[in-house]
C-alpha cells in the first residue's frame, strides 16, 4: 500500500507495524476517515494531503457542535498525530493541524471563572489530612497531574522509591531503571481489562506510557502510606488499596471521589449541586498541577509531557532527555505542600 493511493489506510498499516492495538487503530480509523469525508464534503476532495490549516479549523469547529471538549481534544489528538508521522515520514510536506493544535493548548486550563487555590492555601488544607492513604492519593494527584483512574491503576510495580526496590516480592517496571525515584503511568488500561486476574474498573486516557519524577515529600507520603498498607486481594498488586468496607481491594474512582470532596466540604470547597467552577474535585488537582507547575517552569513542554498530553512524535524528545530536562525541571520547580 502507497501514502499516495490511501494515506489513512497507509498511517494505519504502519501503526499497526508499530504494535498499536486492534482498539486503537480502529479509533484512529473512524476519526481520520469521518475527517476525509468531512473534507470531501467541504472541497469536493477527501484527500488529507492537500488540507490546510484552515480546513482543520472548520473541522474543529464542527466537532465542537456535536461532541463534549474532551471529545473534540482527543479527535484533534489523533488527526495532528497522523500529520505530524505522515510528515516525518516524508508523505506528507506539512503538518497543517501543528498551529490548530497549539491554538488549543493555549485554552487548556485557563477557565477564569474556576476557583484559584494558591500553594500556601493548598499547604494548609493538606495540613488537616492525616489518614495516610487519604493523604497519599491527594498528594500523587496534586504532584504528578495524574488523572483519577490512572491514579486508581498504579500498581506497586509502577513505583519505584527504596521501599520498593528493596522489596524482593516487588519486580519494579524495567521502564524505572536508572530514572530514581519515579512513577510509571501506563497508557493501556482500559475498562474491564483483566490484568493477572483482575478486572480493572478504570481507564487510562494517556496518548503514551509516561515516567513521573517523585520528588522527596511525595516519597516521605508514599513510605507512610506502605508501612500500614493492608494485603491486597488482587495478585496485581496495587499500590492504593481500600482501608475500609472492601478492606484490601484497589480503590475505585467513586472511592477517591469521596474521599476528596469530603475533605474539599469541610474546607468550604465543594457543596452538592456546585459546579466545576466552585467544587475542588479530583480533576481539580490535575488543574492545580498544570497550572502551578506550568507558571513556576514557562515550560508547555514539559508539563505537557509529564500530564501525558502529547503523542509519540513529540514525547520522544521528553522521554530520551528524561534524566537531564525532565527531572532537573521538575525538581527545581515543583512545589512543596507539606
Not at 486550563?109 to 484559584?116: G, I, L
Not at 516521605?220 to 494485603?231: E, G, Q, T
Request: proline share 4%.
Amino acid at each position: 500500500m502507497s501514502a499516495g493511493d490511501d494515506p489513512v489506510g497507509y498511517f494505519l498499516q504502519d501503526m499497526t507495524y508499530h504494535g498499536k492495538t486492534d482498539r486503537t487503530c480502529r479509533s484512529y480509523e473512524r476519526v481520520l476517515r469521518e475527517f476525509e469525508a468531512f473534507l470531501g464534503e467541504e472541497r469536493g476532495v477527501g484527500d488529507p494531503a492537500t488540507a490546510e490549516h484552515r480546513d482543520c479549523m472548520a473541522w474543529v469547529h464542527r466537532l465542537r457542535n456535536t461532541v463534549a471538549e474532551s471529545t473534540v481534544a482527543t479527535y484533534a489528538a489523533y488527526l495532528h498525530r497522523f500529520y505530524a508521522y505522515m510528515t516525518q515520514v516524508g508523505a506528507f510536506d506539512a503538518n497543517p493541524m501543528a498551529l490548530v493544535v497549539e491554538e488549543m493548548d493555549e485554552r487548556i486550563n485557563t477557565d477564569p471563572t474556576r476557583r484559584e487555590i494558591s500553594v500556601p492555601e493548598m499547604r494548609d488544607f493538606l495540613a488537616s489530612i492525616e489518614h495516610p492513604l487519604d493523604r497519599a492519593l491527594l498528594l500523587t494527584m496534586l504532584k504528578t497531574g495524574v488523572r483519577v483512574g490512572e491514579l486508581c491503576n498504579v500498581d506497586l510495580r509502577d513505583l519505584s522509591i527504596p521501599t520498593t526496590r528493596n522489596r524482593p516480592d516487588v519486580s519494579v517496571r524495567p521502564q524505572l531503571d536508572g530514572r530514581g525515584d519515579a512513577l510509571f503511568v501506563a497508557a493501556d488500561r482500559a475498562v474491564n481489562d483483566v490484568i493477572k486476574g483482575e478486572r480493572r474498573t478504570a481507564a487510562n486516557k494517556r496518548k503514551r506510557a509516561t515516567v513521573i519524577p517523585v520528588d522527596s515529600e511525595l516519597r516521605r507520603s508514599l513510605v507512610r502510606w506502605l508501612a500500614i498498607r493492608p494485603d491486597p486481594a488482587s495478585r496485581a498488586e496495587p499500590l492504593f488499596l481500600s482501608t475500609g468496607d472492601r478492606w484490601g481491594e484497589r480503590v475505585t474512582p467513586h472511592v477517591v471521589h469521596h474521599i476528596v470532596e469530603g475533605h474539599a466540604s469541610e474546607r468550604g470547597w465543594h457543596r452538592a449541586g456546585g459546579g466545576a467552577a466552585e467544587n475542588v474535585t479530583p480533576h481539580y488537582f490535575r488543574h492545580f498541577f498544570t497550572t502551578h507547575l506550568r507558571d513556576r517552569t514557562g515550560d508547555r513542554g514539559i508539563v505537557k509531557y509529564l500530564r501525558g498530553d502529547v503523542a509519540s512524535d513529540v514525547i520522544d524528545t521528553y522521554t530520551h532527555d528524561w534524566g537531564d530536562r525532565v527531572r532537573r525541571t521538575y525538581d527545581r520547580h515543583i512545589y512543596t505542600l507539606a
